[in-house]
């Protein structure tokens, strides 16, 4: 829809010919809207006075003598409607429920409960301050006590609704818009601020009315304008501590009231909404500049015998609206008009997505957060109207009651909605266009709390004195859980809330489990009461167990060759105990005195320097599945190696040279192909120590296991990362549901030398016997050198580093001559060993 309107009006619409050729030719011209400071001014001013008074007149703002809400603190002129409709197809809708009134639009006047004159010649007008700094329009008077209709030619900025209970005087509606240069700019300005006073005014009462906390309703002015409350003395009345307050902050008074003649002080009854009307109406408040400016530029054109006054409009039932103005009764021989001006909103379309996808139960009220887009401000949120579900599946709609927050956030109330649990987009209409906001709602039904389970294991953390002990619960889903209660079963106990805490937090997904903190004080039966969202409750009984039996005399020491004895343990919490039992023999007694006594027979075969256990079962306390039958163990049933290249020296079948790779091909049965193994890896000494454990697909330090298809595990490493040398290297498979497997002996990891060169000299060490050389790396685990496996030299030399960029040795060897054959092996022995290794390396 354009700013104009670009269509033809004839008279019958509500815009008079005669005023069209009258005023227009001659309205004011403006380029300004901008607000002044003083409308700033005053909001800080009367939010600043209502915040600070309202902590110490709360009591009196509850007094079950107030004035009804319809008018606090002034008179009513009686309730009508102001609707707005469309040029195009569209219904009426509420003037203040409209976000953007286009060009073109219907205002329409129904009245419904006016105090009318005998005569019932009291007539309703409107004037129209356009949005696109034009001129001010006045459109035809129309008789109060009928419906009435007007189109608004321009898109408005301010629409000011003029009431004369004994009529109108055409020739003072002129003046009053065409010889007041600034009244375009003032008219916006006191719409603005009557309408902020209206919103206070309105949030009081109802909030008064309901024997709410008043002052929760103001919390978020302080916020929107960076202000913080102070505190008053409960001392002086209401509107005596909002004036001297006021009075304090800006020493300047005057009367906000723009159309009244002279400063006029008004009794304030009936609580704090009374008391903020009466501010409105003429009490003197402090305003800084321009809140009586509107009243000196139209006192010079108004007749001796008319007088203006203000108003202002309080909701009313079914949208519509009650008409207030200052408790004073007319004068003789005058006729009074009253103004009240309504500045339109003029947003645009919003922008709003769900700030997460929402999990909310059928049946419940729960609050969704949101993400507001670019110029879109919380302050639109009430203006969004006829919400809906709109199924993502089906496309089905369902309308809801959804509730704006002052957080900016929407409460969806689905406690008589009646719709299916699925997958919906929530849509609501702007104005008269449908719209939706970004994101998924998700609507379950709330689970049955019938099936809470409190495990033994989790009960037997319930001990006194254990101060406050968090236990876990499960069974249902608890996304929707509400709030836990702990109740003792004592006489007149109350219920006490409990902390409760779920993985992923109210409304955040299926959540089977929840930690609750209980307080274990004082030992005793309670009650653990689990309240959903919608209202159901479910209760487990629960148990708080006395501390757990302590022995102080412990060890007990009894002789050899003697068959009984006597046993006595001495501590606290022992009269708890049923019965005491121990591998060392049979034991028989009871709870003395708060100690424990009984004999011991002693079996047949202990001996000095034997331990044994000592098991007690006491009241309230059991370990229970402590055993489990399980499938059969896992098992290795063959193995196939692999070792990486040629290392110069020979290699026994069952050795596992450490620093080089090695692959094996381990064959499992196939009782476990439908379940994903584990690998342990390490040095078998009369039981596997503690080494690497290894998943397919997740290589760990020197190793990788890998799936070869069913049954089959291929595993790769370096013997040298996992084993030491003379380690035995094991392997044992898991499957966490059955255990694991014996070990499987994968081979000795040994250290093995890196032979280069080797070298004989011509230098003769005896009578048969040179030096020679070898380099290479780890040379000192060579023990002795020799032409063959059976006869050896001893090597007697260290290694001597050989600088160079990857780090060498140099061993000096002596050797027999001659050699058995011309390039003869070289053999070592390790040390250790009883036989030598044939090398690649020759004379």
Not at 514 to 542: C, E
Not at 618 to 632: N, S, Y
Not at 653 to 670: H, K, M
Request: charged content about 20%.
């Amino acid at each position: 829809m354009p700013d104009s309107f670009q269509g033809s009006y004839p008279v019958a619409t509500g815009y008079d010919s005669r005023y069209r050729n009258g005023i227009r030719k001659r309205a004011v011209e403006t380029s300004n809207l901008d607000f002044l400071p003083a409308s700033l001014v005053y909001h800080l001013v009367i939010r600043i006075a209502i915040i600070l008074a309202i902590s110490t007149v709360l009591a009196a703002a509850t007094d079950p003598a107030a004035e009804p809400v319809g008018c606090s603190g002034s008179t009513t002129l009686g309730t009508f409607q102001l609707s707005v409709r469309p040029f195009t197809q569209g219904s009426p809708m509420p003037l203040k429920a409209v976000a953007a009134v286009p060009a073109g639009a219907r205002l329409i006047w129904t009245p419904s409960h006016l105090r009318l004159p005998p005569s019932n010649g009291a007539e309703v007008t409107v004037v129209e301050v356009p949005s696109n700094d034009g001129v001010l329009l006045t459109l035809e008077p129309r008789k109060a006590s009928e419906r009435a209709e007007w189109q608004l030619v321009e898109r408005p900025l301010v629409i000011a609704l003029v009431y004369g209970p004994q009529g109108l005087s055409e020739g003072k509606l002129q003046a009053l818009v065409t010889r007041n240069q600034d009244l375009l700019r003032e008219l916006a300005d006191y719409a603005e601020q009557s309408s902020q006073v209206e919103a206070l005014v309105q949030e009081l009462a109802d909030a008064e009315q309901s024997r709410g906390d008043a002052g929760n309703a103001l919390q978020g002015v302080s916020a929107e304008y960076g202000v913080n409350a102070q505190k008053l003395n409960s001392t002086p009345s209401t509107d005596q501590q909002a004036a001297l307050l006021l009075k304090a902050l800006v020493p300047v008074s005057n009367n906000y009231d723009p159309l009244a003649a002279q400063s006029t002080q008004v009794t304030q009854t009936g609580g704090l909404a009374a008391s903020v009307a009466g501010l409105f109406f003429g009490n003197p408040v402090a305003l800084a500049a321009g809140g009586a400016a509107l009243f000196s530029n139209l006192k010079t054109v108004l007749f001796p015998n008319t007088e203006f006054r203000s108003a202002f409009a309080q909701n009313a039932d079914k949208g519509k609206l009650t008409l207030c103005t200052k408790s004073a009764g007319p004068k003789a021989k005058t006729r009074t008009a009253y103004l009240w001006a309504y500045r339109v909103p003029q947003y645009g379309s919003p922008s709003l997505a769900l700030a997460k996808s929402a999990n909310v139960a059928l049946g419940t009220k729960s609050t969704l957060e949101l993400k507001l887009g670019k110029n879109t401000t919380a302050k639109e949120l009430p203006l969004m109207h006829d919400w809906r579900l709109v199924s993502t599946t089906g496309g089905n709609l369902y309308p809801v009651l959804v509730t704006p927050t002052a957080a900016g956030a929407l409460e969806i109330d689905l406690a008589k909605a009646k719709i299916p649990a699925d997958d919906y987009r929530l849509a609501f209409t702007w104005d008269w266009a449908p719209m939706q906001i970004a994101g998924t709602v998700h609507v379950h039904p709330t689970d049955d709390f019938s099936h809470i389970a409190l495990t033994p294991e989790e009960h037997d953390k319930l001990i006194e004195g254990s101060g406050t002990v968090t236990v876990e619960l499960s069974g249902p889903d608890f996304e929707f859980l509400q709030g836990v209660t702990l109740q003792s079963s004592a006489r007149n106990a109350k219920p006490a809330p409990a902390e409760f805490a779920l993985p992923l937090g109210k409304g955040g997904g299926t959540q089977n489990v929840v930690a609750v903190d209980v307080d274990t004080a004082k030992r005793g039966t309670y009650t653990l009461s689990f309240t959903q969202s919608d209202g159901v409750t479910r209760k487990v009984p629960i148990t708080i167990l006395p501390p757990n039996p302590k022995i102080a005399n412990l060890p007990l020491r009894f002789n050899t060759g003697e068959a009984k004895q006597a046993i006595h343990l001495a501590g606290s919490g022992l009269d708890r105990v049923e019965t005491i039992a121990s591998d060392a023999g049979e034991i028989t007694g009871a709870a003395d005195s708060g100690d424990w006594s009984g004999d011991i027979h002693l079996n047949a075969g202990t001996k000095k320097g034997q331990t044994f256990a000592l098991v007690l079962k006491v009241k309230g306390l059991e370990l229970p599945d402590a055993f489990e039958i399980v499938g059969p163990r896992p098992k290795i049933e063959s193995v196939q190696k692999s070792v990486a290249g040629a290392l110069g020296v020979e290699i026994g079948a069952n050795e596992l040279p450490a620093e080089v790779p090695a692959g094996w091909v381990l064959s499992l049965d196939r009782t476990h192909d439908s379940s994903l193994p584990q690998l342990e890896l390490g040095c078998e000494s009369g039981g596997l120590r503690k080494g690497l454990t290894l998943s397919p697909g997740t290589p760990a330090a020197g190793a990788s296991l890998t799936s070869a298809g069913p049954g089959t595990l291929y595993l790769s490493v370096d013997p040298g990362a996992v084993g030491y040398a003379g380690c035995e290297l094991s392997a044992r498979v898991i499957v966490d549901s059955d255990g694991k497997s014996d070990p499987f002996v994968l081979g000795r990891v040994i250290r093995v030398p890196r032979l280069d060169r080797f070298t004989l000299t011509a230098e003769k060490v005896g009578d048969d016997r040179y030096a020679g050389s070898v380099e290479g790396r780890d040379l000192d685990v060579i023990e002795k050198v020799g032409w063959d496996a059976v006869n050896g030299l001893p090597v007697d030399a260290i290694p001597t580093p050989i600088p160079s960029e990857h780090p060498l040795q140099s061993l000096r060897l002596v050797l027999p001559w001659p050699a058995p054959a011309p390039h003869a092996p070289l053999y070592i022995w390790l040390r250790g060993e009883s036989q030598g290794r044939k090398t690649s390396v020759t004379y």
